[in-house]
């Protein structure tokens, strides 16, 4: 157990250092010159010139590179282009709030909506309510992001101001209603289908059948028999949702004009400011990997058959 | 159609404990007329052992299935089962979680798959306890150790702390079955449950059976496609072919006089219990029909070796035969006018 922990975690820092790098050679490679972008459109070209220097943009990229990961190894992710004097880890730290509280309410309407949708679909497989389900779900698939953003801002918070309109305030929670809507409904789409799959096929084995033919009442079978089973599979999902949603979501952020990592990242690249960029996706890349590491985690607390494969 | 209600029934002590009224299993969607259990009438009586034999496929699992009112959809159920003279499904019983567990429990063919394996031992032996028995949780626990040092467990504290995937077979199929009498049922059915494990361990897993049902007295139905298996344990047989009972009587006057050609092949095809192997074991030629066929007379007739003219188009009915509780369904049982070949030489090594 002891080695698969360390094997895990040497992988998870070559994941993030591989990431870093490859957006470090990217950035580089998009043409463009920051130092232009920099100075601004009236600069001369001695002005570029010695922001390029000062940047340390005309040394060789390997000696930035280097540069960039000896300072990382220390904690420092550097100083913005863009904006001048501010660090990329306070700028960073400033909009991890919002993303942060955006991707656990989107991660919340997930489970919330979707779990309870894939028991019920799959317990009255067939059925009239079953189908009815299918069809919410199919168009809760098929909603995209922005244009339901906007018809809830519209509806909900123009119309009838039952939320308010647009970015941030107090308390918090209050804002993220309808972006963590937005952002969960189509993960609580796919929830459903998938717990209903799921639950279909394990509703369906012996040691169900097992459990009835012991004279178990239907809700200790549901609840004690059949939902572990299905919760392997919604760990993994959550797992990799979370982690996608932390690194940040755009459109969400701007519908709605929350000042996350999402945004962050956008407006970074706007202005080819590398530091930045590199920030943002390192802070990605870390979400991804550390999320997938407790996603494994996990299953090895729900299932001890994966308990003993890793023994 | 057998016209007694209640045929196949042996010699009984009172009511019996279960009584099986022409019970029926259809699926809408097989072949033929979709009946895949065809009027089966049983009964047995108190602590008696009874054998439901018959090739793969002959409507066994559903009998069984359909006892508990656990037939898979869209299989539809006719017919009536009466525990004790109570029938199933009806007023009180329409609950099954009533009943269930509580006073008829059953081991299934897939022994190996039936404890959930995301579940510790201890509480799914003890959730039965605590349901039907209202134990509290050390009382659960300390029956279940008890019921676990009785099916031959070496370590039952620590056995109730792990997860099924660390057992053997053998020991999975002895959790069952703790699990399945721990409430002392008035009859258990066990479909195959030796059939998933080796040669051995089936023998050990049989005589544990044996044991433990005999101290309360629990009646037994035993489940199997090998006469050899149950004619070492039941009292008494009833023989399955094509969803429908050809033959039933005690063990005994089973195997030593069977009535149906069908019996006798069954007989033909178990190896002898001493000396040595044959070289090739005599099988059934040919294969029974598919699920609910339809064939008009005798369903054995296509693979009966004295079959005439009137087996293709009257179907026989279970009748008695010359000794008591000794019946069959076959133009030729009991009638002297018909050839009768000789019995393989292996039926006589059978107990
Ligand atoms: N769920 C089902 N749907 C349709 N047909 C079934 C189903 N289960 C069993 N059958 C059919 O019913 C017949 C009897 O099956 P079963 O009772 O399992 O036989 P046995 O236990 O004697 O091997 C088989 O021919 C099988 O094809
Ligand atoms: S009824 Fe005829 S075909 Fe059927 S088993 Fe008897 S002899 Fe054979
Ligand atoms: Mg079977």
């Known amino acids: 157990m002891i080695a698969w922990f360390l094997r895990r975690l040497l992988q998870m820092v070559l994941v993030v250092l591989g990431v870093v790098t490859l957006a470090f050679i990217f950035s580089n490679i998009v043409p463009g010159n920051p130092a232009r972008l920099v100075a601004g459109p009236q600069a001369t070209p001695q002005a570029v010139q010695l922001i390029a220097h000062q940047l340390g943009l005309d040394r060789p990229v390997l000696s930035q590179y280097l540069q960039y990961m000896w300072r990382l190894l220390h904690g420092n992710l550097g100083v913005s282009y863009a904006l001048e004097d501010r660090t990329v880890s306070s700028e960073i730290m400033g909009a991890l709030p919002f993303t942060i509280q955006l991707a656990i309410g989107g991660v919340l309407v997930e489970i919330l909506i979707g779990l309870p949708i894939g028991i019920i679909a799959a317990y009255r497989a067939g059925g009239f309510l079953d189908r009815a389900l299918n069809i919410v779900a199919l168009v809760g698939l098929s909603m995209p992001p922005f244009w339901l953003g906007l018809m809830l801002l519209y509806y909900l918070a123009y119309k009838v101001s039952l939320f308010p309109l647009n970015g941030t305030g107090h308390p918090l929670v209050w804002y993220l209603v309808l972006p963590s809507f937005t952002l969960g409904i189509g993960g609580a789409a796919f929830y459903a289908r998938m717990v209903r799959t799921t639950m279909i096929s394990v509703l369906r084995s012996p040691f169900i059948e097992f459990a009835r033919l012991k004279g178990m009442p239907e809700r200790r079978i549901i609840f004690r028999h059949t939902l572990r089973h299905v919760l392997t599979p919604v760990v993994t999902m959550l797992g990799m949702d979370l982690g996608y949603f932390l690194g940040g979501v755009l459109i969400i952020e701007s519908v709605f004009g929350l000042p996350g990592v999402g945004l962050l990242a956008y407006s970074a690249i706007g202005t080819l400011d590398i530091p930045m960029i590199t920030g943002t996706v390192l802070v990605a890349a870390v979400f991804v990997v550390v999320m997938n590491f407790v996603v494994d985690v996990t299953y090895t607390l729900i299932d001890p058959r994966v308990r003993l494969s890793r023994r | ?351």
Not at chain 2, 157 to 176: C, D, E, I, K, Y
Not at chain 2, 260 to 280: D, F, M, N
């Open chain 2, 1 to 351: 159609m057998p016209d007694a209600p209640l045929q196949s029934t042996g010699p009984l002590e009172g009511g019996p404990v279960i009584a099986v009224d022409r019970l029926s299993v259809t699926f809408p969607t097989t072949g033929g007329d979709g009946r895949v259990v065809r009027d089966v009438s049983l009964a047995i009586g108190r602590g008696e052992r009874v054998g439901l034999v018959g090739e793969s496929g002959s409507g066994k699992s559903l009998t069984a299935r359909a006892i508990m009112r656990l037939v898979p959809r869209p299989g539809e159920v006719s017919g009536r089962v009466l525990l004790d003279g109570v029938e199933l499904g009806v007023g009180a019983t329409r609950d099954p979680t009533k009943w269930r567990g509580r006073s008829v429990a059953m081991i299934t063919q897939d022994p190996l798959s039936s404890l959930n394996p995301l579940v510790r031992i201890g509480p799914q032996m003890t959730e039965m306890l605590r349901f039907h028995r209202g134990a509290g949780r050390a009382a659960a626990r300390a029956r279940a150790t008890e019921l676990l040092t009785a099916v031959g467990i070496p370590d039952p504290a620590r056995t109730l702390n792990q997860f099924p995937a660390v057992l053997s077979g053998g020991m999975r199929q002895r959790v069952a079955l703790a699990i399945a009498i721990s409430c002392d049922p008035r009859l258990l059915i066990a479909d195959e449950p030796t059939t998933a494990l080796d040669v051995t361990i089936q023998a050990q897993v049989l005589s544990l059976l044996e044991r433990t049902t005999a101290e309360h007295g629990t009646a037994v139905l035993l489940i199997s496609h090998d006469l050899g298996v149950v004619s070492g344990f039941c009292e008494r047989v009833i023989v399955m072919y094509a969803g429908r009972i050809v033959e039933a009587g005690p063990t005994e006057q089973l195997v030593s006089a069977p009535a149906h050609p069908y019996t006798r092949a069954l007989l033909a095809s178990v190896p002898p219990i001493q000396g040595e192997l044959p070289e090739r074991l005599p099988s059934i030629p040919g294969s029974p029909p598919l699920g609910g066929a339809r064939i008009p007379g005798c369903a054995f007739a296509p693979r009966c070796p004295i079959a005439r003219d009137v087996c293709r188009e009257v179907e026989p009915e279970l009748r008695a035969q010359a000794r008591d509780g000794h019946e069959a369904a076959c133009h030729a049982a009991g009638d002297p006018t018909w050839e009768i070949p000789e019995l393989a030489s292996t039926a006589e090594a059978l107990p």
